[in-house]
């Protein structure tokens, strides 16, 4: 089960601990010398270590090194000491995703798990404005963090059956071009063609065995939902996504950043690295040792650094949708 770290400030750090606390997760963390906190001595229920200063600066270092990622729950732009988290975990080359609680759009979450299980994370390092800072700031944090942990352990339990066997293709219509590259992130074969009328695609859809993913309703109508389409009503990718993935009871899981989002092509593992060295920065070379490559277009990925890319690619682009 994930550990749950943070420094036992008020705000996120404190939300995050009760919330690992109160779904059975391990907790700990590094908090500055005398347990400092803005609201006097951390109480003794967080099982909190002491850094050797009082210096706020330092546990944050600390706790950014010591576990395997660290999840940034901002409210609004990051600000004090969430910015310097983030310029920390940057600066050690720690993992880290900062989220918004204030997006209003719930789609953080399923962001998160994305992250959380391609890394496959064992310590998190959570950390936030702190109370005084972002006042409500406890309360979304907490809500978010137990719909996180209570998403991972769905995501641990095995597939329910019946959901075996080759994993679905889909064909997405243009407007929902945003959703088929999503899909490729999450292993999927996702087709679609801007340039084809839609009649065309269906017939490729049908005659390729693929489900064909639309907004459009009478179109939906006529392909027979739910067997071969899905109809969708709302606009916003990432709940399609959620959509998607409850309706159809998938579960990425191990297919997740499988396949190249440019060439729908699946990855393939590069079994000796010091045929790439040449391919990627010197510094990449040394620190990973999993690299992939698409076969299509010749591009080297590894662990981590695609997964980091593709969500920071992908979320400004959400963000326009
Ligand atoms: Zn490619």
Redesign the pocket.
Known sequence: MIRIVSGGQTGVDRAALDAAVSRGAPVGGWCPLGRLAEDGVIPPSYPLRETPTAAYPERTRWNVRDSDATLVLACGEPAGGTALTVETADRLGRPFLVLDLLDRRNTAVTLALLWARELNIGILNVAGPRESASPGAYGLARAFMESFLDGLKKGAEPAPPGRAGPAPRFMVDRMLVRLGKYLRVMGYDAEWDAGAATGELVDRANRENRIFLTRNRRLADQHGIPDSAVLFETGNPVEQVAQLLQKMRLDPGARLFSR?I??N?ALRNIADKTLIRDRVHPAVYLRHSTFYT?P??G?VFWKGSHVANTLRKLSPALDRA
């Open positions: 190249c440019r060439c092509v698409c299509s277009c591009t």
